[in-house]
């Protein structure tokens, strides 16, 4: 599986575009990735860090990774989000380090603090939380090892390839469709007990 299904070519063009524009020292090429792929950057960052302010610094952060990047070697990735994505992974978890604590997600009960982060189209995630208990789900995610549990939101919410998340991961690829097999398979049998403790 080299690509993830909802990978688009006219996407991976305008990347493309985007990076040799980049290289060149195009200022408005930047302003683009942030319209882009800012949002993705910043949902990913709040889910972890449960902080907007600490969120918008791992954004700025990226930005000026890659901005420093292109000028000297183009990011040798199948998608600029998904170098975005692995910049922001090591600025998040520089953050944590910095505060004395480890990786995790952040519940947000209410909708409130993810609300400005989403995506306008649904994903298959957000498809799955509507068909389900939220809380259910939650928990259910909250039991997920912290590695799966980021292997199955970049997969699934991000939409990105498995050679993707395990650049992001820095592990090799079939540690990741391993992650994700058991993500999934946790996720079910948590569901299925769930389900069978109501009855």
Not at 2 to 17: F, Y
Not at 32 to 56: C, E, F, I, K, T
Not at 183 to 193: I, K, M, N
Request: hydrophobic share 45%; proline share 5%.
């Amino acid at each position: 599986m080299s690509a993830h299904p909802l990978r688009d070519d006219a996407q991976t063009r305008a990347d493309a575009d985007l990076l040799a524009r980049l290289a060149d020292g195009d200022q408005r090429a930047l302003r683009q990735v942030l319209q882009m792929h800012g949002q993705a950057v910043y949902a990913y960052a709040l889910r972890r860090l449960g902080s907007p302010d600490d969120a918008q610094d791992v954004v700025n952060d990226t930005l000026l990774a890659l901005w420093r990047q292109a000028g000297r070697s183009l990011p040798k990735t199948p998608s600029l989000r998904a170098w975005l994505l692995g910049i922001a992974r090591h600025k998040i978890v520089d953050i944590l380090r910095s505060r004395s604590q480890t990786w995790r997600e952040v519940s947000d009960d209410d909708g409130m603090l993810l609300s400005v982060a989403a995506d306008p189209d649904p994903t298959p995630l957000d498809r799955l939380c509507a068909e389900c208990d939220e809380t259910r789900l939650a928990a259910a995610l909250d039991a997920l090892p912290e590695v799966q549990r980021e292997a199955l939101y970049l997969f699934t919410y991000e939409g990105l390839s498995l050679a993707e998340i395990a650049a992001i991961q820095q592990v090799p690829l079939a540690t990741v469709g391993t992650r994700l097999h058991l993500a999934r398979q946790r996720l079910r049998q948590h569901l299925a007990s769930e389900t069978a403790s109501v009855r």
